[in-house]
Protein backbone atom coordinates (compact mmCIF):
# COMPACT_ATOMS: atom_id res chain seq x y z
CA UNK A 1 0.00 0.00 0.00
CA UNK A 2 1.50 3.31 -0.76
CA UNK A 3 1.64 6.74 1.00
CA UNK A 4 -1.31 8.16 -0.83
CA UNK A 5 -3.84 5.54 -0.17
CA UNK A 6 -2.19 5.17 3.28
CA UNK A 7 -3.53 9.03 3.98
CA UNK A 8 -6.86 8.69 2.48
CA UNK A 9 -7.69 6.52 5.39
CA UNK A 10 -5.64 7.74 7.79
CA UNK A 11 -7.73 10.73 7.32
CA UNK A 12 -10.84 8.35 6.88
CA UNK A 13 -10.46 7.32 10.23
CA UNK A 14 -9.09 10.33 11.84
CA UNK A 15 -12.18 10.66 14.71
CA UNK A 16 -11.67 7.29 15.72
CA UNK A 17 -8.05 7.50 16.25
CA UNK A 18 -7.98 11.01 17.71
CA UNK A 19 -10.64 9.67 20.24
CA UNK A 20 -7.73 6.36 21.17
CA UNK A 21 -5.04 9.23 21.73
CA UNK A 22 -6.79 11.90 23.57
CA UNK A 23 -8.26 8.64 25.86
CA UNK A 24 -4.98 7.96 26.58
CA UNK A 25 -3.34 11.22 26.91
CA UNK A 26 -6.11 12.97 28.04
CA UNK A 27 -5.39 16.35 26.65
CA UNK A 28 -7.07 17.25 23.00
CA UNK A 29 -3.88 19.10 21.60
CA UNK A 30 -1.80 16.63 22.96
CA UNK A 31 -4.12 14.33 21.06
CA UNK A 32 -3.77 16.56 17.97
CA UNK A 33 0.35 16.05 18.43
CA UNK A 34 0.16 12.72 18.75
CA UNK A 35 -2.39 11.66 15.52
CA UNK A 36 0.37 13.69 13.35
CA UNK A 37 3.18 11.92 14.74
CA UNK A 38 1.52 8.89 14.52
CA UNK A 39 0.38 9.74 11.03
CA UNK A 40 4.25 10.57 10.20
CA UNK A 41 5.06 6.65 11.56
CA UNK A 42 2.26 5.18 9.37
CA UNK A 43 3.66 6.22 6.40
CA UNK A 44 7.03 5.48 7.40
CA UNK A 45 5.56 1.83 7.76
CA UNK A 46 3.22 2.24 4.72
CA UNK A 47 4.36 -1.39 3.26
CA UNK A 48 3.94 -2.68 5.95
CA UNK A 49 0.64 -2.48 6.22
CA UNK A 50 -1.38 -6.11 4.76
CA UNK A 51 -4.35 -5.12 2.62
CA UNK A 52 -6.06 -8.16 3.78
CA UNK A 53 -6.24 -7.01 7.57
CA UNK A 54 -8.23 -3.95 9.47
CA UNK A 55 -6.33 -0.70 8.63
CA UNK A 56 -8.26 0.83 11.85
CA UNK A 57 -7.07 -1.72 14.06
CA UNK A 58 -3.27 -1.36 12.96
CA UNK A 59 -3.24 2.49 12.75
CA UNK A 60 -4.75 2.58 16.33
CA UNK A 61 -1.84 0.55 17.06
CA UNK A 62 0.48 3.12 16.14
CA UNK A 63 -1.62 5.54 17.95
CA UNK A 64 -1.64 3.57 21.22
CA UNK A 65 2.07 3.31 21.06
CA UNK A 66 2.91 7.08 20.60
CA UNK A 67 0.09 8.02 23.15
CA UNK A 68 1.67 6.07 25.23
CA UNK A 69 4.87 6.86 24.61
CA UNK A 70 3.72 10.66 25.29
CA UNK A 71 1.80 9.72 28.05
CA UNK A 72 4.80 8.36 30.12
CA UNK A 73 7.01 11.00 29.10
CA UNK A 74 4.10 13.33 30.70
CA UNK A 75 3.96 11.59 34.18
CA UNK A 76 7.77 11.95 34.66
CA UNK A 77 7.08 15.55 34.49
CA UNK A 78 3.35 15.55 35.81
CA UNK A 79 1.66 18.92 35.33
CA UNK A 80 -2.25 19.48 35.15
CA UNK A 81 -3.51 17.98 31.76
CA UNK A 82 -4.34 21.21 29.52
CA UNK A 83 -7.75 19.86 29.23
CA UNK A 84 -8.88 19.92 32.79
CA UNK A 85 -7.83 23.81 32.56
CA UNK A 86 -10.27 24.37 29.65
CA UNK A 87 -13.93 24.26 30.43
CA UNK A 88 -14.83 25.42 26.87
CA UNK A 89 -17.03 28.16 28.29
CA UNK A 90 -19.80 28.68 26.20
CA UNK A 91 -20.96 32.78 25.50
CA UNK A 92 -23.55 33.34 28.18
CA UNK A 93 -22.40 30.48 30.70
CA UNK A 94 -22.33 32.30 34.60
CA UNK A 95 -19.36 32.09 36.58
CA UNK A 96 -22.05 29.97 38.74
CA UNK A 97 -22.44 27.25 36.17
CA UNK A 98 -19.04 27.26 34.68
CA UNK A 99 -18.14 26.40 38.75
CA UNK A 100 -20.08 23.51 38.69
CA UNK A 101 -19.00 22.53 35.15
CA UNK A 102 -15.78 22.16 36.57
CA UNK A 103 -16.19 20.52 39.22
CA UNK A 104 -18.00 17.69 37.66
CA UNK A 105 -15.27 17.70 35.37
CA UNK A 106 -12.76 17.22 37.78
CA UNK A 107 -14.70 14.62 38.95
CA UNK A 108 -15.17 13.25 35.87
CA UNK A 109 -11.28 12.92 35.23
CA UNK A 110 -11.03 11.38 38.57
CA UNK A 111 -13.32 8.62 37.67
CA UNK A 112 -11.45 8.22 34.52
CA UNK A 113 -7.89 8.11 36.03
CA UNK A 114 -9.52 4.84 37.53
CA UNK A 115 -10.36 3.04 34.51
CA UNK A 116 -8.53 1.07 32.33
CA UNK A 117 -7.04 1.83 29.42
CA UNK A 118 -9.91 -0.07 27.55
CA UNK A 119 -13.13 0.76 29.02
CA UNK A 120 -11.62 4.06 29.01
CA UNK A 121 -11.17 4.12 25.39
CA UNK A 122 -14.45 2.80 25.11
CA UNK A 123 -16.22 5.15 27.09
CA UNK A 124 -14.62 8.41 25.31
CA UNK A 125 -15.05 6.46 21.65
CA UNK A 126 -18.92 6.09 22.18
CA UNK A 127 -19.51 8.95 25.02
CA UNK A 128 -17.89 11.54 23.69
CA UNK A 129 -17.13 10.84 19.74
CA UNK A 130 -20.66 8.85 19.65
CA UNK A 131 -18.63 6.02 17.21
CA UNK A 132 -20.44 3.13 16.77
CA UNK A 133 -19.72 -0.17 18.47
CA UNK A 134 -18.54 -1.53 15.30
CA UNK A 135 -15.98 1.18 15.28
CA UNK A 136 -14.88 1.09 19.02
CA UNK A 137 -14.28 -3.11 18.28
CA UNK A 138 -12.51 -2.53 15.19
CA UNK A 139 -10.50 -0.20 16.70
CA UNK A 140 -9.25 -1.76 19.61
CA UNK A 141 -8.98 -4.87 18.21
CA UNK A 142 -12.02 -6.41 20.63
CA UNK A 143 -15.35 -7.67 20.10
CA UNK A 144 -18.53 -5.28 19.99
CA UNK A 145 -20.45 -6.84 22.95
CA UNK A 146 -16.97 -6.15 24.96
CA UNK A 147 -17.30 -2.66 23.65
CA UNK A 148 -20.75 -2.41 24.98
CA UNK A 149 -19.90 -3.81 28.30
CA UNK A 150 -16.80 -1.87 28.63
CA UNK A 151 -19.11 1.46 27.79
CA UNK A 152 -21.60 0.27 30.32
CA UNK A 153 -19.26 -0.28 33.28
CA UNK A 154 -17.71 2.87 32.02
CA UNK A 155 -20.28 4.99 32.25
CA UNK A 156 -21.59 3.14 36.09
CA UNK A 157 -18.33 4.70 37.33
CA UNK A 158 -18.72 8.11 35.71
CA UNK A 159 -22.36 8.31 37.06
CA UNK A 160 -20.93 7.28 40.58
CA UNK A 161 -18.46 9.73 40.39
CA UNK A 162 -21.34 12.43 40.16
CA UNK A 163 -23.40 10.92 42.54
CA UNK A 164 -22.54 12.74 45.76
CA UNK A 165 -22.07 15.77 43.90
CA UNK A 166 -23.90 18.94 44.92
CA UNK A 167 -27.27 18.81 43.14
CA UNK A 168 -27.16 21.39 40.00
CA UNK A 169 -27.78 24.72 41.60
CA UNK A 170 -30.83 26.83 39.99
CA UNK B 1 -28.42 -4.83 19.66
CA UNK B 2 -29.00 -6.04 22.99
CA UNK B 3 -26.26 -7.53 25.12
CA UNK B 4 -27.70 -10.64 26.99
CA UNK B 5 -28.66 -10.22 29.80
CA UNK B 6 -27.91 -6.93 30.80
CA UNK B 7 -27.31 -6.31 34.52
CA UNK B 8 -29.63 -4.37 36.08
CA UNK B 9 -27.18 -1.52 37.08
CA UNK B 10 -26.55 -0.74 33.12
CA UNK B 11 -29.69 -0.89 32.29
CA UNK B 12 -29.82 2.99 32.65
CA UNK B 13 -26.72 2.88 30.04
CA UNK B 14 -28.55 0.51 28.14
CA UNK B 15 -31.53 2.38 27.89
CA UNK B 16 -29.67 5.58 27.01
CA UNK B 17 -27.27 4.26 24.38
CA UNK B 18 -30.32 3.13 22.47
CA UNK B 19 -29.98 -0.62 22.58
CA UNK B 20 -32.92 -2.00 24.80
CA UNK B 21 -35.23 -3.98 22.30
CA UNK B 22 -38.93 -2.51 22.65
CA UNK B 23 -39.71 -4.94 25.76
CA UNK B 24 -37.24 -3.61 27.62
CA UNK B 25 -37.67 -0.53 26.87
CA UNK B 26 -41.35 0.03 27.93
CA UNK B 27 -40.22 -1.77 31.17
CA UNK B 28 -37.80 0.52 31.88
CA UNK B 29 -39.62 3.59 30.75
CA UNK B 30 -42.38 2.36 33.01
CA UNK B 31 -40.16 2.13 36.40
CA UNK B 32 -38.90 5.73 35.57
CA UNK B 33 -42.37 6.82 36.29
CA UNK B 34 -42.96 4.97 39.65
CA UNK B 35 -38.67 5.39 40.03
CA UNK B 36 -37.55 9.01 41.12
CA UNK B 37 -33.88 7.69 42.30
CA UNK B 38 -33.74 5.67 39.00
CA UNK B 39 -34.60 9.13 36.89
CA UNK B 40 -31.90 10.81 39.10
CA UNK B 41 -29.72 8.64 38.13
CA UNK B 42 -30.75 8.74 34.45
CA UNK B 43 -29.88 12.19 34.76
CA UNK B 44 -26.65 11.50 36.42
CA UNK B 45 -25.90 9.91 33.45
CA UNK B 46 -27.07 12.06 30.82
CA UNK B 47 -24.98 15.37 32.70
CA UNK B 48 -21.73 12.49 32.59
CA UNK B 49 -21.77 11.79 28.88
CA UNK B 50 -22.67 16.20 28.17
CA UNK B 51 -19.07 16.70 30.54
CA UNK B 52 -17.31 13.96 28.88
CA UNK B 53 -18.65 15.60 25.38
CA UNK B 54 -17.17 18.62 26.71
CA UNK B 55 -13.95 17.71 27.74
CA UNK B 56 -12.96 15.58 24.66
CA UNK B 57 -14.99 17.34 22.24
CA UNK B 58 -12.64 16.99 19.02
CA UNK B 59 -13.73 20.07 17.51
CA UNK B 60 -13.41 22.56 20.65
CA UNK B 61 -10.85 25.07 20.51
CA UNK B 62 -7.52 24.22 22.22
CA UNK B 63 -6.52 26.66 24.91
CA UNK B 64 -2.83 26.05 24.82
CA UNK B 65 -1.23 25.91 28.42
CA UNK B 66 2.03 26.94 29.71
CA UNK B 67 5.34 25.88 28.98
CA UNK B 68 3.78 23.30 31.78
CA UNK B 69 3.61 20.17 29.70
CA UNK B 70 7.23 20.03 29.31
CA UNK B 71 8.85 18.48 26.94
CA UNK B 72 11.08 15.09 28.57
CA UNK B 73 13.24 11.68 28.27
CA UNK B 74 13.26 9.85 25.14
CA UNK B 75 11.61 9.53 21.80
CA UNK B 76 8.93 7.17 20.97
CA UNK B 77 9.75 3.24 21.43
CA UNK B 78 10.46 2.01 18.20
CA UNK B 79 7.63 0.10 17.14
CA UNK B 80 7.14 -3.47 16.22
CA UNK B 81 5.36 -4.33 13.09
CA UNK B 82 5.66 -8.08 10.84
CA UNK B 83 8.40 -7.13 8.67
CA UNK B 84 7.91 -7.09 4.85
CA UNK B 85 9.71 -5.91 2.03
CA UNK B 86 10.42 -2.89 2.49
CA UNK B 87 9.29 -0.40 -0.72
CA UNK B 88 9.95 2.59 -1.76
CA UNK B 89 7.23 5.34 -1.76
CA UNK B 90 7.15 8.48 -2.81
CA UNK B 91 7.03 11.76 -0.97
CA UNK B 92 5.60 13.68 -4.28
CA UNK B 93 2.88 12.10 -3.87
CA UNK B 94 1.82 12.05 -0.26
CA UNK B 95 2.75 15.86 0.22
CA UNK B 96 -0.18 16.57 -2.13
CA UNK B 97 -2.21 14.36 -0.31
CA UNK B 98 -0.46 15.22 3.59
CA UNK B 99 -2.72 18.50 2.77
CA UNK B 100 -5.83 16.80 3.96
CA UNK B 101 -4.30 16.03 7.16
CA UNK B 102 -2.90 19.34 7.90
CA UNK B 103 -6.34 20.88 6.68
CA UNK B 104 -7.54 18.27 9.74
CA UNK B 105 -4.60 19.15 12.20
CA UNK B 106 -5.50 23.02 11.65
CA UNK B 107 -9.39 22.84 11.61
CA UNK B 108 -9.18 20.79 14.69
CA UNK B 109 -6.77 23.71 16.31
CA UNK B 110 -9.05 26.62 15.35
CA UNK B 111 -8.49 29.37 18.45
CA UNK B 112 -10.16 30.88 20.91
CA UNK B 113 -7.43 33.62 21.29
CA UNK B 114 -5.13 31.32 23.28
CA UNK B 115 -2.54 32.65 26.09
CA UNK B 116 0.70 33.37 23.90
CA UNK B 117 4.66 32.47 24.98
CA UNK B 118 7.78 34.01 23.94
CA UNK B 119 10.33 32.23 21.92
CA UNK B 120 12.53 32.96 24.97
CA UNK B 121 10.10 31.46 27.26
CA UNK B 122 10.03 28.21 25.05
CA UNK B 123 13.99 28.25 24.76
CA UNK B 124 14.79 28.40 28.46
CA UNK B 125 12.10 25.59 29.40
CA UNK B 126 13.09 23.08 27.05
CA UNK B 127 17.12 24.21 28.49
CA UNK B 128 15.71 23.58 31.90
CA UNK B 129 14.54 19.90 30.99
CA UNK B 130 17.39 18.83 29.13
CA UNK B 131 17.03 20.18 25.78
CA UNK B 132 15.42 16.57 25.26
CA UNK B 133 12.86 16.18 22.21
CA UNK B 134 9.08 15.16 21.92
CA UNK B 135 10.10 12.91 18.87
CA UNK B 136 13.26 12.09 18.44
CA UNK B 137 14.69 13.51 14.21
CA UNK B 138 18.20 13.20 13.59
CA UNK B 139 18.09 13.08 9.61
CA UNK B 140 16.86 15.10 6.64
CA UNK B 141 14.32 12.45 5.48
CA UNK B 142 12.56 12.23 8.83
CA UNK B 143 13.12 15.73 8.87
CA UNK B 144 11.53 16.65 5.38
CA UNK B 145 8.66 14.40 6.04
CA UNK B 146 7.63 15.95 9.56
CA UNK B 147 7.81 19.38 7.79
CA UNK B 148 5.51 18.36 5.15
CA UNK B 149 3.28 16.13 7.19
CA UNK B 150 2.71 19.40 9.49
CA UNK B 151 3.12 22.46 7.06
CA UNK B 152 2.25 21.00 3.19
CA UNK B 153 6.40 22.24 2.75
CA UNK B 154 9.53 20.22 3.27
CA UNK B 155 12.12 21.42 4.95
CA UNK B 156 15.55 20.53 5.12
CA UNK B 157 19.39 20.82 6.01
CA UNK B 158 21.49 21.11 3.02
CA UNK B 159 23.88 18.04 3.47
CA UNK B 160 26.68 20.22 3.17
CA UNK B 161 25.75 21.67 6.28
CA UNK B 162 25.17 18.38 8.02
CA UNK B 163 28.42 16.89 6.98
CA UNK B 164 30.41 19.61 8.42
CA UNK B 165 29.29 17.63 12.29
CA UNK B 166 29.11 21.06 13.52
CA UNK B 167 25.54 20.40 13.28
CA UNK B 168 23.22 18.13 14.54
CA UNK B 169 19.41 17.43 14.93
CA UNK B 170 18.18 16.60 17.62
CA UNK B 171 14.24 16.59 17.37
CA UNK B 172 11.11 18.33 17.82
CA UNK B 173 9.58 19.30 20.51
CA UNK B 174 5.28 19.48 20.99
CA UNK B 175 4.36 22.78 19.81
CA UNK B 176 1.17 21.51 21.74
CA UNK B 177 2.98 21.98 25.03
CA UNK B 178 3.19 25.41 24.90
CA UNK B 179 0.92 28.59 24.83
CA UNK B 180 0.66 30.26 21.34
CA UNK B 181 4.37 30.67 20.18
CA UNK B 182 3.93 31.67 16.67
CA UNK B 183 0.20 30.30 15.63
CA UNK B 184 -0.84 26.94 17.86
CA UNK B 185 0.95 25.02 14.81
CA UNK B 186 4.13 26.31 15.34
CA UNK B 187 6.88 23.49 15.05
CA UNK B 188 9.57 23.57 17.09
CA UNK B 189 12.77 21.94 15.87
CA UNK B 190 15.48 21.38 18.52
CA UNK B 191 19.32 21.46 17.05
CA UNK B 192 23.13 21.16 18.70
CA UNK B 193 25.81 23.70 16.54
CA UNK B 194 28.83 22.60 18.03
CA UNK B 195 27.41 21.44 21.38
CA UNK B 196 25.03 24.36 21.87
CA UNK B 197 21.14 24.28 21.99
CA UNK B 198 19.77 26.00 19.12
CA UNK B 199 16.00 26.21 18.28
CA UNK B 200 14.03 26.90 15.38
CA UNK B 201 10.17 27.86 15.39
CA UNK B 202 8.95 27.19 12.06
CA UNK B 203 5.05 28.16 10.85
CA UNK B 204 3.28 29.46 7.96
CA UNK B 205 4.07 32.37 6.75
CA UNK B 206 0.72 33.71 6.96
CA UNK B 207 0.19 33.56 10.65
CA UNK B 208 3.67 35.36 11.05
CA UNK B 209 3.44 38.28 13.47
CA UNK B 210 5.76 40.11 15.34
CA UNK B 211 7.42 38.02 18.11
CA UNK B 212 9.06 39.31 21.72
CA UNK B 213 12.74 39.75 21.27
CA UNK B 214 14.84 37.84 23.78
CA UNK B 215 15.17 40.49 26.80
CA UNK B 216 18.17 38.55 28.40
CA UNK B 217 21.65 39.33 25.88
CA UNK B 218 22.74 36.05 26.19
CA UNK B 219 19.73 34.63 23.62
CA UNK B 220 19.60 36.02 19.76
CA UNK B 221 16.69 35.80 18.00
CA UNK B 222 16.81 35.59 14.03
CA UNK B 223 14.42 35.40 10.88
CA UNK B 224 14.12 33.89 7.71
CA UNK B 225 12.04 33.06 5.11
CA UNK B 226 11.37 29.42 3.26
CA UNK B 227 8.95 29.70 0.75
CA UNK B 228 5.85 29.57 2.51
CA UNK B 229 7.76 29.01 5.85
CA UNK B 230 8.48 31.19 8.53
CA UNK B 231 11.75 30.48 10.49
CA UNK B 232 12.76 32.07 13.76
CA UNK B 233 16.21 30.70 15.40
CA UNK B 234 16.90 30.90 18.87
CA UNK B 235 20.43 30.76 20.48
CA UNK B 236 22.64 31.76 22.41
CA UNK B 237 24.72 32.47 19.57
CA UNK B 238 25.35 35.56 17.48
CA UNK B 239 24.92 34.50 14.16
CA UNK B 240 22.26 32.18 12.99
CA UNK B 241 23.75 29.07 12.07
CA UNK B 242 20.64 26.60 11.13
CA UNK B 243 18.55 28.82 8.88
CA UNK B 244 21.18 29.81 6.52
CA UNK B 245 21.50 26.09 5.71
CA UNK B 246 17.57 25.54 5.76
CA UNK B 247 16.28 24.85 2.39
CA UNK B 248 13.25 23.63 0.71
CA UNK B 249 14.15 20.06 -0.53
CA UNK B 250 11.91 20.75 -3.76
CA UNK B 251 13.76 23.78 -4.75
CA UNK B 252 16.78 22.00 -3.70
CA UNK B 253 17.34 19.38 -6.52
Known amino acids: MDGRQITDLLEQHRRPLWGIAVAIVRDRALADDVVQDAAVIALQKAAEFDPATNFLAWASQIVRYTALNQRRKVQRDPVVPAGSLEHNDRPGASPLSALDRAETNERLERALDTLDETPRACVVLRGALGLSYKEIAAALSIPEGTAMSHFFRASRALRAALSDETEPRP | ?253
Open chain 2, 1 to 253: MSPTPIHPDDLISAYADGVLNDAERAAFEQRLESEPALRAELERHERAMGALRDLYNPDAPRERTGPAQSPVAEPPAPLQFPKKPRRTWQFAAAAVILLALIVGNFMMRSGNGPSITTPEAVYRALHANGFRPDFVCTDNPGFIQAVRVRMGQGLMMTPASLATGDISLVGWAYGGSYSQIISPATLVLMAHYKGQEVLVLIDHISVDRALAKPESADLHMFKSVVGNLVLYEVSPLSEPVLLPHLVDPDQAH
